[in-house]
Each structure stands twice: as structure tokens, then as C-alpha cells.
């Protein structure tokens, strides 16, 4: 088991996840493009380093928890990035969302420099992180995943192992297809509760006292209640993979019929400004397409 837990991206997700690793008694290294989003960490008993390479370096394990492709390949090819400290026997997991056809190729680029990739998104977002019980969709080769599997329940209470690297992207593009249309079908509902003269508490009550009651209804109920929506989940990150989901369906062809529409809304939300606000602000989309 390494001790040495390299982490780079403090992001709303990536700050509770590294401080859970360092909690749980690993050694941690972090490293983050605007700097002062490692204080936090540091302060919490972190060592900061100046480069991605210089992560690349130190530690036996290097997680990203990155916005997407764009930022992964800039933290390990630009400069002083982490390929250009030549990490070849550690092992790279990727936490961050991206389509599972980018995970598939960055498996062929990392192979050939002698390093393991484990394609290892979670599913969950700011509060379980916080909590330590995030699920990992956790794929790569299945010995290298078993041996970091401590490792990776000191940010989650479960790992799921789904196959060979790629999988795991796929099975988060799945949970994401869903959760973004049950997001929107909340929405929808409850604009539709409020036009027919229904209190949104009476509304919410009905929902989560019966069959339709789930973890992410409860999660969004003040959200629903006071239409303020801080970010948990940001919209801009919804829309991205949704993104990553429709050109996945495309290339396997499924039939996602669904997916395009919540897609559209998602992406009406960013063009009014939305993008920084959690994603359940598809609601005030809904809201200014029914008659005022
Ligand atoms: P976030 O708060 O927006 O953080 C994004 C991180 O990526 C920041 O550390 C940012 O650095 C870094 N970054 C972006 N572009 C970069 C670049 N070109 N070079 C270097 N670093 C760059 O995102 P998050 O919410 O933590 O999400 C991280 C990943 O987890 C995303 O793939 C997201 O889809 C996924 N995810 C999020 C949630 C959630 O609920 N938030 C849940 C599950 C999965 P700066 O600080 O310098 O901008």
C-alpha cells in the first residue's frame, strides 16, 4: 500500500477528497493551477507542490480531480507537466469526468510510458465527498484496482469495479444520463405543481413521503424551496457530460431520446448565465418557458 498520494485539483470536489486521504494517514502532496485554492490543505498538514511535475516526482500515486480533457492534458503535458518528470512504474488514477472514449486513449498514452491508468470517476458530489462515501467506478487493471482499494475507501464507501480502463467513464456517463434527467424531471414537476397553485412544501412532501423519494430529491429540496442554488454540482459540469454522454451513445449507437432534450435545457441554462450555479438551476429555465 503507497503512502506517497500525490493530488492535483482543488476543486469543490478535490479539496474534501485529498484532506479525507490525508485524515486516513497518507502521506499527501497537492498541487493546483490557482494556488491559493491549496491553503486549505496545506494548513490541514498537506505538502504544496509548485508543479505537477514536481507531484510527479515525489509521489507513488498522482489523483486527478480535474474539470475534464482540456485540464489533464494541460497538467500532464504542458509545462513542467507531469509526463515531463517521467513517472513510468507509478500509477495515474483519474477521478475526473470525461468520456470514456478520451479514457481509452489516454490508457495507449500512458501504457506506453510504462505507467497504469485507473479510469476511476465517482459517483456523488460535494456532500458525500465531504462525508467519505462517494461510490468509485473504479476500472483499469483489476489487480492494480484491488491493491489501491484503501486507499480509495478513505474517499468513498464503495468501489465498483467495472472492467478494463474506459468502463469506468462509461458507467459514470449511465449514473450522469440519469441523474441529469431526474434533475430536470424534478424541475419540471414542481414548476408544473406551482402553476397549477400547489406550495412547494406540500409538493415536496408528497414526493419524498412516497415510492418517488430518493437520496438526490432530498439533496435538492431547498434548492426547490428557495430557487437559490448554490453550487454542489455545477451546471457547467452537467452540461459537459452530457456532453461526453451523446457522443458516447452516438459512436455505440443507443437511443437516448431524453438525453438530447435535457441536454438543450441544460444548455438554455448556461446561455442565461447559469453555468457557475448548481445544475438543479435548470428549473429557472423551466420557469421562463411557461407563461409568466
Ligand atoms: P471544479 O470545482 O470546477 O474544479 C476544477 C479543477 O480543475 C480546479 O482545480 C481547476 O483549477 C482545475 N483545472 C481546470 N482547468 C485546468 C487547466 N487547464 N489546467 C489545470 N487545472 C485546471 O470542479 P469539481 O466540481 O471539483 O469537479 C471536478 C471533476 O469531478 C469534474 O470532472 C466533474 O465533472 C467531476 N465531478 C464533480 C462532481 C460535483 O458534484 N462537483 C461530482 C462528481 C464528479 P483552478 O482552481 O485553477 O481553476
Not at 485539483?9 to 479525507?20: A, E, K, L, T
Not at 499527501?28 to 491553503?39: D, G, Q
Not at 518528470?85 to 468520456?99: D, E, Q, R
Not at 487493471?141 to 464503495?158: C, F, I, N
Request: proline fraction near 5%.
Amino acid at each position: 500500500m503507497s503512502h506517497k498520494v500525490g493530488f492535483i485539483g482543488m476543486g469543490i470536489m478535490g479539496q474534501p477528497m485529498s484532506r479525507n486521504i490525508l485524515k486516513a494517514g497518507y502521506e499527501v502532496m497537492v498541487y493546483n493551477r490557482t494556488r491559493e485554492k491549496t491553503l486549505p490543505l496545506k494548513e490541514a498538514g498537506a505538502l504544496v507542490a509548485e508543479t505537477p511535475a514536481e507531484v510527479a516526482s515525489w509521489a507513488d500515486v498522482i489523483i486527478l480531480m480535474l474539470t475534464g480533457p482540456e485540464a489533464i492534458d494541460a497538467v500532464l503535458e504542458g509545462d513542467r507537466g507531469l509526463l515531463s518528470a517521467n513517472p513510468s512504474g507509478k500509477v495515474i488514477v483519474n477521478m475526473s469526468t470525461v468520456s470514456p472514449s478520451y479514457s481509452v486513449q489516454l490508457n495507449e498514452r500512458l501504457v506506453q510510458k510504462g505507467i497504469t491508468l485507473l479510469d476511476a470517476p465517482v459517483s456523488g458530489s460535494k456532500k458525500p465527498a465531504e462525508e467519505a462515501t462517494l461510490i468509485i467506478l473504479a476500472s483499469g487493471p483489476e489487480q492494480a484496482v484491488r491493491q489501491l482499494e484503501p486507499l480509495l475507501l478513505t474517499m468513498g464507501k464503495k468501489v465498483v469495479y467495472c472492467g478494463e480502463a474506459g468502463k469506468g467513464s462509461s458507467m459514470k456517463m449511465m449514473i450522469n444520463l440519469l441523474l441529469g434527467i431526474m434533475m430536470e424531471a424534478l424541475a419540471e414537476a414542481i414548476n408544473f405543481g406551482l402553476k397549477a397553485g400547489l406550495s412547494v412544501d406540500a409538493m415536496l412532501d408528497v414526493v419524498l413521503s412516497g415510492p418517488l423519494s430518493c437520496g438526490l430529491f432530498n439533496l435538492k429540496t431547498e434548492m426547490m424551496k428557495t430557487d437559490e442554488f448554490p453550487p454542489q454540482f455545477p451546471l457547467k459540469h452537467m452540461l459537459k457530460d452530457l456532453r461526453f454522454v451523446l457522443q458516447t451513445a452516438d459512436e455505440k449507437g443507443a437511443s437516448v431520446p431524453t438525453g438530447h432534450t435535457v441536454f438543450q435545457l441544460y444548455r438554455q441554462a448556461a446561455g442565461h448565465g447559469l453555468s457557475e450555479m448548481d445544475f438543479a438551476a435548470v428549473k429557472r429555465v423551466i420557469s421562463e418557458m411557461s407563461d409568466q
